[in-house]
């Protein structure tokens, strides 16, 4: 019986070890929620498009024509004035030309020429020379365009070949190719070169950065000048 005894309480005390074993007081360990994450894309901002990338500098030629009929072409320089003064012979009467200089004086430019609100004058200098053996037909002042912020502009004629523009030595170009404010022929030789200007009225808030003029050479031939 005693031995019995023992035996149960062995038991008992085995059966106490087992359950205290599987059973824990502690908290469970939480399983890790995963987080998702989310991309970050970094946009890079889009090149504007350079209308044209291979455009020449201030004062380099492009060589139009063939054969014996050649020529060159530039743009060598440029300025801009909100408004300029001017004085014709043929344009405005004896007295008021004597009322602005003295005798055997050049005149002095007394019209005053002003642009649209918001807008200025641009003076382009062009020459064209003909490097060939016989006359070469000149490109025309329609020939010669300003591009700018997508817009194209044509130059504003002044008002006759003998106009005088104040603190400018130079004459409009197409008037210097025969038949002025059309087409003409240029002799043989730099001394026949046609050098120049063209006015053209655009914003005054312009860049010369992306400022071109684009001239139409010949049929085959175009040439791009960069201001800035």
Known sequence: MKFFCTIAVFGVL????????????SPPTPTPTSVPT???????????????????????YATFGTGNEQGKATVYRYEVKPNY???????????EQAASSQPFETQRGYTMEKPQEGNT???????????GNIALY??????????????????????????IIDKV???QYDY??????????????ESNKADGYLIYEIP?????????VVINLDYQNKAVWKLG
């Not at 210097?176 to 030789?189: D, E, K, N, T």
């Not at 005054?204 to 071109?212: D, E, G, I, N």
């Open 14 to 25: 085995f059966f106490v070890l087992l359950f205290s074993g599987c059973t824990s007081t």
């Open 38 to 60: 989310t991309a970050v894309v970094i946009l890079s901002p889009t090149p504007t498009a350079v209308p044209f990338p291979n455009a020449l500098a201030l004062n380099e």
């Open 85 to 95: 003064n001017w004085t014709s012979p043929s344009w405005n009467s004896p007295g």
């Open 121 to 131: 004058f641009l003076f382009v200098y062009v020459r064209v020379q003909n490097t």
């Open 138 to 163: 000149a490109p025309s002042p329609k020939q010669f365009v300003v591009f700018n912020d997508g817009k194209t502009y044509n130059y504003s004629s002044v008002h006759s070949s003998d106009v």
């Open 169 to 171: 030595t130079q004459t």
């Open 176 to 189: 210097q190719i025969g038949r002025g404010g059309a087409v003409g022929y240029i002799q043989p030789g």
């Open 204 to 212: 005054a808030s312009f860049s010369p950065l992306t400022t071109y």
